[in-house]
């Protein structure tokens, strides 16, 4: 896919110095941030809400593009606070909403860009007919919860299907990708690239970056 941009995940970085970590990936060259909020429930692990996002959008400026992934039950609680904090992109995952339709129209009303996130058990047949009304569909290639997991390769084809079905959809794949599984990534056709530990735990983030960036985009 020609385009790609690489979003990094702060979930596995000093998240005592959050602010700085997100600087220095923006200074590496992050086209956007992705940032995971998780509540103990949806998923087993916690990290952060709105009160975060609004600090980080107070120390970052305007410019840097925020990806909520809001790994979260009741995802309908959350818009408005996150669009008041500064978010730019509202990620929400399909298994936790009864009314997805409702949902989107709310993210938009709020000034947001509309993400849709499936889990790895839930099959592309279930996001298919919200695809026309979102800017981004999220194929998880992990089960969501912890960064560092192994890339899921058997999510590949429902990248690819998107991809056909819907050429100029933003399609974002997200858990254990890196130098070694971006090119699987690119080949089924993901433009949305989402990187935590592989560019968290590199000395030189920066050619990280650039090589995922670049595979995807050749
Ligand atoms: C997992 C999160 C991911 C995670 C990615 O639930 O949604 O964003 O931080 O981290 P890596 O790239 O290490 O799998
Ligand atoms: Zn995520």
Avoid at 68 to 82: A, D, L, T, Y
Avoid at 139 to 153: H, L, N, R, Y
Wanted: contains cysteine.
């Amino acid at each position: 896919a020609s385009g790609c941009k690489i979003g990094p995940s702060i979930l596995n970085s000093d998240l005592a110095s959050l602010g700085a970590e997100c600087l220095r990936m923006l200074d590496s060259g992050a086209d956007y941030l992705h940032l995971d909020v998780m509540d103990g429930h949806f998923v087993p692990n916690i990290t952060f809400g709105h009160p975060v996002v609004e600090s980080l959008r107070k120390q970052l400026g305007q410019d840097p593009f925020f990806d909520m992934h809001m790994m979260v039950s009741r995802p309908e609680q959350w818009v408005k606070p996150m669009a008041v904090a500064g978010a730019n992109q509202y990620t929400f995952h399909l298994e936790a909403t009864e009314n997805p339709g409702a949902l989107i129209k709310d993210i938009r009303e709020n000034g947001m860009k509309v993400g849709l996130a499936i889990k790895p058990g839930t099959t592309v047949e279930y996001l298919a007919p919200w695809a026309n009304q979102i800017d981004m569909a999220l194929v998880m290639t992990v089960e969501p919860g912890f960064g560092g997991q192994k890339f899921m390769e058997d999510m590949m084809p429902k990248v690819h299907w998107l991809r056909t079905q819907f050429p100029s959809l933003d399609i974002e794949v997200d858990g254990g990708v890196g130098p070694d599984t971006i090119h699987k990534c690119a080949e089924a056709g993901a433009n949305m690239i989402v990187s935590g530990s592989a560019i968290m735990r590199s000395d030189d983030p920066r050619s990280v970056i650039n090589l995922l960036r670049n595979v995807c985009s050749e």
